[in-house]
């Protein structure tokens, strides 16, 4: 508060008392300075609780207002997660507490914390309740975050396994592995003619997307929609 507004709250013996050069005065431009820290955090005391404009120091606090506090729990194996995507966690915290014990929760809380894309979820037909999950190579070193936050948001009753995918295989060398072309006069060698048109999408057979949206690693991440026109949605357990 100002000076001349803790004035106008004294009685009005004080007030007179209270002029220029006083004790009384002095001690009102001491509570003005007392004041002053506080009053500007209360005046961006929003910018404390929005994802992206709080503190760095106070983002780990806020993943415990939307129960994700299980990616910074100590002691950590691991190595702590960017605050970018901490950031991107709680700004998505009601969304994935709405789809939590579903495919689509687990995959956007895992894309979220690793930054990385492609990871698959399969139930075997010969073990009900129970969830493979397929770890991309990309977030092979973060095998103890993933199995963590795949403990938090399974349901309560299914059993989980955390796999990691092998290395895609490396593209053929076209330099190296092309064919030679045939000599002048041959006959041209079967399949090397102009391909016949496909009815194939290019999405693929029947036109099947993967769901798996590009989640930004740090920064204000994109989430996909919870279920796309050609899947059917997952209600929430």
């Known amino acids: 508060m100002r ?16 002029g220029p050069g006083s004790v009384l005065g002095a001690l009102l431009d001491v509570m003005e300075a007392l004041h002053a820290p506080d ?3 209360l005046a961006e005391v929003d910018a404390l609780f929005a994802p992206y404009r709080t503190p760095d120091g106070f983002v780990a606090y806020l993943t415990r207002w939307v129960a994700m ?17 901490l950031r991107d966690l709680v700004a998505h915290g009601a969304l994935l507490a709405r789809w939590r014990g579903t ?12 930054g990385v894309t492609g990871f698959v979820l399969e139930e075997p037909a010969d073990r009900p309740f129970h969830v493979v999950v397929r770890v991309p190579p990309a977030a092979a070193d973060r095998l103890t975050l993933v199995t963590r936050i795949v ?25 190296t592995d092309a064919p030679e072309p045939p000599a002048a006069g041959d006959p ?4 090397t003619g102009d391909p016949e048109p496909s009815d194939a999408g290019a999405d693929g057979p029947e036109g ?16 996909p929609s919870p279920a796309s ?7 929430p357990s």
Do not use: N
Not at 7 to 18: D, F, G, N
Not at 103 to 114: F, K, N, V
């Open 3 to 18: 000076r001349a507004a803790i004035e106008r709250l004294l009685p009005a013996a004080y007030q007179r008392a209270a």
């Open 151 to 175: 403990e938090a948001e399974k349901p309560a009753a299914v059993t989980v396994e955390v796999t990691t995918d092998p290395a895609a295989a490396p593209a053929p060398d076209p330099t």
């Open 69 to 85: 506090d299980h990616v910074v729990v100590a002691p950590r194996a691991d190595a702590p997660l960017p605050l970018g995507r």
């Open 229 to 235: 026109p050609d899947q059917p949605s997952e209600e």
């Open 103 to 114: 495919p689509y929760g687990m995959r956007t809380a895992l894309e979220l914390a690793t």
């Open 208 to 223: 099947a997307a993967t769901g798996v949206a590009s989640v930004r690693a740090v920064g204000r991440a994109h989430v």
């Open 188 to 191: 041209e060698p079967p399949g």
């Open 39 to 41: 009053e500007a955090v």
